[in-house]
């Protein structure tokens, strides 16, 4: 019994010293780790599955802004607004149906460099976003968040290669 439980408290501090190491190689440290700690299978998951837990938050986030923004889309007048957010949509269309089923594929497929380049791609999307959409803060945030997490998992993809 007391070697199961030193067994299993070594495996859990090795699981969270492997998030917190991969997530320090990271841009953005907090969010690295909030993203993989909150999913229950981070606490097994080798750098691989780690890659594979962040790509998976970054389809869920990146499909919620490609929704938001055909929303905006139905709801705005004014023109200069109206195409910047028809090329955020165009952009997302790529990266949501594109980009990130190719970095999934790629690394559940154990090809990172496949996964890399994807991930690449979909943050130069997000960034031409970005420069039409500053006057939607809440359009912003996503395609912020989106872009932050699209790096988290382009860095933790290098360590695969």
Do not use: W
């Not at 699981?15 to 981070?42: E, F, H, M, Q």
């Not at 997302?92 to 990172?112: L, M, R, S």
């Not at 130069?124 to 420069?131: N, Y």
């Amino acid at each position: 019994m007391v070697v199961f439980l030193v067994l299993f408290l070594l495996s859990s501090q090795v699981s969270a010293d492997l998030i917190s190491d991969t997530c320090k190689k990271t841009p953005s440290y907090n969010l690295c780790v909030s993203t993989l700690r909150a999913d229950p299978g981070s606490s097994k998951a080798d750098v691989q599955g780690l890659a594979l837990i962040a790509v998976k938050r970054l389809v869920v986030e990146g499909t919620k802004t490609e929704n938001e923004i055909k929303q905006l889309i139905k709801k705005t007048k004014y023109q200069p607004l109206l195409d910047a957010l028809k090329l955020c949509a165009d952009k997302y269309n790529i990266i949501v149906h594109f980009d990130f089923p190719v970095a999934v594929e790629a690394i559940t497929k154990g090809n990172p460099k496949f996964a890399e380049g994807a991930t690449v791609d979909a943050a130069r999307a997000s960034d031409k976003c970005a420069a039409g959409i500053t006057s939607t803060p809440d359009l912003a945030s996503s395609n912020k968040l989106v872009h932050d997490l699209d790096d988290i998992v382009l860095y933790i993809v290098r360590l695969l290669l």
